[in-house]
T-cell receptor, first 116, second 111 residues
Framework: NAGVTQTPKFQVLKTGQSMTLQCAQD?????MYWYRQDPGMGLRLIYY???????DKGEVPNGYNVSRLNKREFSLRLESAAPSQTSVYFC???????????????FGPGTRLTVL | GENVEQHPSTLSVQEGDSAVIKCTYS??????FPWYKQELGKRPQLIID?????GEKKDQRIAVTLNKTAKHFSLHITETQPEDSAVYFC??????????FGSGTQLTVLP
């Protein structure tokens, strides 16, 4: 069991470039999440997917799009990267289908993104 | 929940002493309160959680207490060890059914 995996680990982009961050989990979890982590601000939710085929906005969705490709995979896309998107991005998953009482969130190792 | 405030932002303790980190929340519908530990350069990992129907939960040297009336919950680490040094995040799940995280506490255990 690899748990939650993310690619790439590091990425440097120029302003205006696009890229997709990949996330996959092999735990048969229903819900998946994308967070960004900035110094002194904790983790902020970008988008989440309560089940295959559904996605919803979180606290900071502007500038991002997501795709729940199948039950295992949840990707995050930056269409036109901006320096304000420099951050560490974490993917997470839980077994629950978005109902009350969220189970433990299992995090991936993170992607450190720098936008110049 | 809507907003979670976490204090202190940094905390230094001597090895063997206790450490306490406090969080307050605003969403009265919040019913799930996890605590995560994040070591430098690593992913956050759950260390303990509590649901709104209990007031306290313990797991060896760590414990969490919840006061729903006052809308605050705390993490207690006893007999601290150098390997406890990390950033700790509290979170709550409220009516939006999403986790809202506090801003984190950098705990340093001095040998």
């Amino acid at each position: 069991n690899a748990g939650v995996t993310q690619t790439p680990k590091f990425q440097v982009l120029k302003t205006g470039q696009s890229m997709t961050l990949q996330c996959a989990q092999d735990m048969n979890h229903n819900s998946m999440y994308w967070y960004r982590q900035d110094p002194g601000m904790g983790l902020r939710l970008i988008y989440y997917s309560a089940s295959e085929g559904t996605t919803d906005k979180g606290e900071v969705p502007n500038g991002y799009n997501v795709s729940r490709l199948n039950k295992r995979e949840f990707s995050l896309r930056l269409e036109s990267a901006a320096p304000s998107q420099t951050s560490v991005y974490f993917c997470a998953s839980t077994p629950r289908a978005g109902s009350w009482g969220t189970d433990t969130q299992y995090f991936g190792p993170g992607t450190r993104l720098t936008v110049l | 929940g809507e907003n979670v405030e976490q204090h202190p932002s940094t905390l230094s303790v001597q090895e063997g002493d206790s450490a306490v980190i406090k969080c307050t929340y605003s969403d009265s519908a919040s019913n799930y309160f996890p605590w995560y530990k994040q070591e430098l350069g690593k992913r956050p990992q759950l260390i303990i959680d509590i649901r709104s129907n209990v007031g306290e939960k313990k797991d060896q040297r760590i414990a969490v207490t919840l006061n729903k009336t006052a809308k605050h919950f705390s993490l207690h680490i006893t007999e601290t060890q150098p390997e406890d040094s990390a950033v700790y995040f509290c979170a709550d799940e409220g009516s939006a059914r999403q986790l809202t995280f506090g801003s984190g506490t950098q705990l340093t255990v001095l040998p």
